[in-house]
């Protein structure tokens, strides 16, 4: 529940800026929360004259430029369209763009510690990761399947309704019932790799991924067999 109300708040402000339009993202059972959550932008937008006039405009992203760098350092890895075909590199499309250039700052800073992925991060400048994020959050993602039908209740069990008994919150939740994300923190899943899946939560667990608290939590918890299943159900997920 404070995770929720923590990202309708936080996702309140991040779409606030510019505008002070409130859109579909608060559920109805964060109605509790109005009053607070109107506070909050209704300071924002007092705030937000000053500050669209002073600040320069954010350029647009250049789609064109960031299709260019990716096809040239990026596809032989993550497939043409961003729909990789190897299972330890990732799918990249229809993610959400901040998330994605989330993670290659994080590569850039070696917040994300990854041999390959500083390296090609480190190449990038801030332009670059803008225009190539908004390019790949354009892309089709093609589906996925759930390979194994022995874990795959186990892992629709996890995903949906967490573990109460162990305190493990339901990954759906954040990641929502369909696997797709709520922008801009919280990435898109479904479909994705069921080998990379399995990586990342262990990577997580073992503090080898440290950019991240509320997910080292959630699979600190996890066991292999656990991590395994709901990794191959949300590979099927869509
Ligand atoms: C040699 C293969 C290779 C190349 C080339 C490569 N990547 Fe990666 N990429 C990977 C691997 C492997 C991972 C998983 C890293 C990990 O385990 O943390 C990854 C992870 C990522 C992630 C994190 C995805 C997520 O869901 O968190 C992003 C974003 C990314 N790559 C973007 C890029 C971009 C942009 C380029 C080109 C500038 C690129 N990659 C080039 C192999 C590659
Ligand atoms: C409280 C919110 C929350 C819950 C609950 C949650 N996650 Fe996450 N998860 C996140 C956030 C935020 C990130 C992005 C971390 C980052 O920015 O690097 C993430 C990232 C991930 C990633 C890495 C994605 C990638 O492309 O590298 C995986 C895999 C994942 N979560 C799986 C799960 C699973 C499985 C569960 C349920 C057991 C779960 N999550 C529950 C918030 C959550």
């Known amino acids: 529940m404070v995770d929720w109300v923590g990202s309708g708040v936080g996702l309140l402000l991040g779409r606030g800026s510019g505008h002070c339009r409130i859109t579909g993202l608060i559920k109805p059972h964060f109605l509790v929360m109005k009053t607070f959550a109107s506070f909050v ?3 924002f937008c ?3 004259p000053a500050f669209a006039s002073d600040a320069p405009k954010a ?7 960031g299709e ?4 040239a350092m990026c596809a032989a890895c993550h497939g043409a369209d961003g729909n990789s075909g190897s ?4 799918k990249l499309a229809a993610q959400h763009p901040e998330y994605l250039a989330k993670q290659l700052s994080e590569f850039k800073s070696g917040k994300r510690a ?3 992925m500083s390296g090609m991060a480190g190449a990038l400048s801030d332009e670059d990761m803008k225009n190539i994020s908004a390019w790949l959050s354009n892309q089709k993602a093609k589906p996925g399947f759930a390979k194994d039908k022995d874990t ?3 892992g629709e069990r996890i995903y949906r309704g967490g573990i109460a008994d162990r305190q493990i919150a339901a990954c759906a939740g954040c990641h929502s019932p369909t696997g797709a994300g709520i922008p801009s923190q919280y990435p898109r899943l479904s479909g994705q790799h069921a080998q990379y899946n399995a990586a990342q939560l262990t990577a997580f ?3 080898v991924r440290k950019n991240n608290l509320q997910m080292t939590q959630i699979a600190a918890k996890l066991n292999d067999r656990e991590i395994k299943a709901v990794a191959d159900y949300m590979a099927g997920l869509r």
């Not at 350029?59 to 430029?65: I, M, N, R, T």
């Not at 260019?68 to 096809?71: G, Q, V």
């Not at 299972?87 to 990732?90: G, M, V």
């Open 205 to 207: 667990r073992d503090g």
């Open 41 to 43: 932008l209704s300071a």
């Open 87 to 90: 299972p330890e590199n990732p």
């Open 152 to 154: 795959v209740a186990l």
């Open 59 to 65: 350029a647009k992203p250049d789609l064109a430029a």
């Open 68 to 71: 260019a760098k990716y096809t």
């Open 46 to 48: 007092l705030a937000a």
């Open 114 to 116: 990854n041999a390959i």
